[in-house]
């Protein structure tokens, strides 16, 4: 009950700090970044992105865009799982992934923040369906396809002295779930809430 | 909050989640209806008399089941209890988990047969790894309990009809013979014809009692006045379920509401 406590508390604020949290520095960065936007076209990504897990395959890889920074980081992703891992068809999994820093606090050459985020995701393999097979009434099943991601975790962003590849990365950690596992949890006294959450780990490149 | 986000992590059951597709039953939940029919065995006495439980479409009714779970428990004369299905909504790994865990929980032998939600996405593969067959049987102080994977629509296949007629064929050898599968005979899920031959195959090898679920409701009649009984147990919508009395060449059903 503390756990799941805690857990609500952790997503609510997610939602919610983000919009308050503005400093003079990211006013700062804000404008560096705007001017610098704009000799870019809007749909160069502005980062690379791998991730380990998390419910969104073994090893998930995309493009991630700046939709407003420090504020809504979106991302397309790709993820795979092998048939040998899941003992099933292999998995494919299309997601877009919203991350939103709730602030930043700058350590030494490293910039922290707290991130909170949700994550849309497709299953394109054989082992759901996106619309109901004519063999069943009207109805009868909700398309299994879909599946949505809730996360929080903590992000490391470090800028590159040599920028001639990347500018900079971001190392993250996260602890997910599945919102079918969420209702489990929230729902019945008999779920655990450690039982429904999982982690993940992932990288950003900037260009 | 990060100390939160710290907590969680750490205390987390499964540290990496790739999908909510995957079928990786751990190692130690594998083969559940081999070890309890083992048990069951042990169980065997001389006596004709004696209880088992039906419970039924758990789905995500986790509260229900410990619930239930925990009057079976203090129910000495309850030997043994038969689950009738839908254990899932999706077939995931994780809603099969949560089920086992609070199975853990029973203090008697228990066995299972497959519900129509339980072969979503790859919940066909996770079945057999963790519980086992689809179609078994077993035999309990003289009497024949066949459980019977009847799910159509779901499983792409057709009920093994021809595995059912074998395992009643012997049944003058024993006292009684009960029937259990997933869903009753009646529903839409079945052609008339194959309605019609399951029901024959209850009457011409003297069933005298078909346990289902599926239809989330109760019912006890003889529809086809053949003589068998169907017995149709309540979902874990309400902590309801069957307590069935074999007698020597009878039975008695009382239905539990707690």
């Known amino acids: ?207 | 909050m990060l100390f939160g986000i710290l907590m969680i992590f750490t205390t987390c059951e499964n540290i990496f989640n790739f999908s909510a597709y995957m079928a990786n039953v751990k190692e130690e939940d594998k083969n559940t209806t081999a070890k309890n029919l083992q048990l069951i065995e042990d169980l065997q006495s001389e006596s004709k008399d004696f209880k088992f439980a039906f419970v039924t479409d758990t789905h995500f009714f986790y509260d229900n089941l410990k619930t239930v779970l925990d009057d079976i428990n203090k129910k000495e004369d309850v030997l043994f209890v038969i689950f009738g299905g839908d254990y899932s909504a999706q077939g995931l790994l994780k809603e099969y988990e949560i089920f086992y865990d609070i199975l853990k929980t029973l203090k008697k032998p228990f066995v299972t047969v497959i519900g129509n939600h339980d072969y979503n996405s790859n919940g066909g593969i996770i079945y057999k790894e963790m519980f086992g067959a689809f179609n078994y049987s077993f035999k309990f102080n003289d009497n024949k309990f066949v459980l019977f994977d009847n799910v159509v629509w779901e499983s792409n296949k057709i009920p093994d009809f021809d595995w059912l007629s074998s395992e009643l064929s012997n049944n003058a050898l024993f006292s009684q013979v009960f029937v259990i599968a997933h869903i009753p005979p009646s529903d839409n899920q079945f052609t008339d014809a194959m309605e019609q031959n399951y029901t024959s195959l209850m009457s011409e090898n003297n069933v005298p009692l078909s346990i289902h679920g599926h239809t989330h409701g109760y019912s006890y009649e003889k529809p086809y006045g053949d003589g068998v009984n169907y017995l149709t147990v309540p979902s874990l919508k309400k902590p309801k379920y069957c307590i069935i009395h074999v007698k020597d060449n009878s039975f008695e059903i009382e239905l539990i509401k707690l």
């Open chain 1, 1 to 207: 009950m503390n756990i799941k406590n805690i857990c609500i508390a952790v997503f609510t604020c997610s939602f919610f700090v983000n919009t308050f949290a503005q400093d003079s520095t990211f006013v700062k960065s804000k404008l560096k970044t705007k001017t610098k936007a704009k000799e870019k076209a809007w749909y160069i990504p502005d980062y690379a992105k791998m991730q380990f897990a998390g419910n969104l395959g073994l090893l998930s890889v995309g493009a991630g865009y700046e939709v407003a920074q420090n504020v809504l980081y979106s991302e397309l992703l790709y993820g795979f799982v092998p048939k040998s891992v899941s003992n099933a068809e292999n998995i494919h999994l299309i997601s877009i992934k919203n991350t939103f820093p709730i602030f930043t606090k700058q350590i030494g050459d490293f910039t922290l923040s707290p991130i909170a985020g949700f994550t849309t995701s497709v299953e394109t393999g054989n082992n759901s369906f996106l619309i109901l097979p004519d063999k069943y009434p009207k109805g009868y099943y909700l398309p299994s396809a879909i599946h949505f991601t809730l996360f929080a975790g903590v992000q490391v962003h470090k800028k590159f002295k040599n920028q001639n590849i990347f500018k900079g990365a971001d190392f993250y950690v996260e602890v997910g779930t599945v919102e079918t596992y969420l209702f489990f949890a929230l729902t019945s006294k008999e779920v655990p809430f450690k039982d429904v959450f999982s982690s993940a780990i992932g990288v950003n490149f900037y260009f």
